[in-house]
């Protein structure tokens, strides 16, 4: 029987290359401030105030966020993926300080031990909470592909088929209420492991194209965590 609270090897690799397919079509691979904002704002400002407040739905969204965003942070710095499980070498407390120290500092040469003591945090979080890890990060990821609508539904939406880029891009930033600045609009083909092309997509980003990956009113999901809980 699988330990739910862990990842084996198999998931560890998918789950990667699921935020690898996400960070690629989203542009933000090789976004080095961007990503360390990200680190700070899911692992610093959401994950450490869930743990302080034992408020489990966050803790669950905080812990898989956190797998997202320093995922991609490990992949910028280490140049190419790590498909081998990291074994976690030290304590929960020691993790959650290496963690917060490499975030807090920006710090490239803490980065490589960053998915080690991420393991080591999430499967204690996740045995604490009671969720099952793979489930919990798989649905996050599925979540965060949503934010990607395909050109085909946005020209159905718009009925334009040359401006529907800029009229969502409009309609993006008008619905967050103030949450997103000056979006900007791309439409990306994705490619799958075999380099066959996918359906074209509509990637939405704040502040001229160099800030977050915007969650589209219309399309974006928010993950259901109903049947990660164990």
């Known amino acids: 029987m ?9 998931q560890y690799q998918e789950l990667y290359k699921e935020v690898l397919t996400f960070s690629k079509i989203g542009g933000v691979v090789a976004d080095e401030d ?3 904002k ?11 105030p869930a743990i302080e407040a034992e408020d489990k739905l966050k803790v669950i969204d905080g812990n ?3 797998w997202v965003t320093i995922i991609q942070l490990h992949n910028h710095y280490m140049s190419k993926p790590s498909w081998e499980l990291p074994y976690p070498r030290v304590t929960y407390a020691t993790g959650l300080y290496e963690l917060e120290e490499m975030i807090e500092k920006q710090d490239p ?3 490589h031990n960053a998915l080690n003591s991420l393991i ?3 499967r204690v979080l ?6 099952n890890l793979y489930k919990a990060i798989k649905e996050v990821n599925r979540s965060n592909m949503t934010k990607f609508p395909t050109s085909k539904s946005l020209i159905a939406r718009y009925n334009d088929p040359v401006n529907f880029t800029q009229l969502a891009a409009e309609e993006c930033e008008l619905k967050s209420n103030g949450k997103y600045k000056n979006v900007w609009a791309k439409r990306v083909i994705p490619f799958d492991s075999k380099g066959f092309p996918g359906e074209e997509l509509v990637v939405f980003r704040a502040d001229g194209g ?9 399309c974006f999901q928010e993950p259901n965590f109903e049947e990660c809980w164990v």
Not at 41 to 46: A, D, K, S
Request: charged share 30%; aromatic share 12%.
């Open 64 to 66: 898989c966020d956190s």
């Open 120 to 122: 080591q945090v999430s």
């Open 210 to 218: 160099k800030g977050k990956v915007c969650k589209p009113q219309w």
């Open 34 to 36: 961007n990503l360390w």
């Open 126 to 131: 996740a045995k604490e909470y009671g969720y």
């Open 2 to 10: 699988i330990n739910p609270y862990t990842l084996t090897k198999e």
């Open 38 to 48: 990200m680190c700070d704002e899911e692992f610093i400002n959401e994950l450490l």
């Open 109 to 111: 040469k803490l980065v």
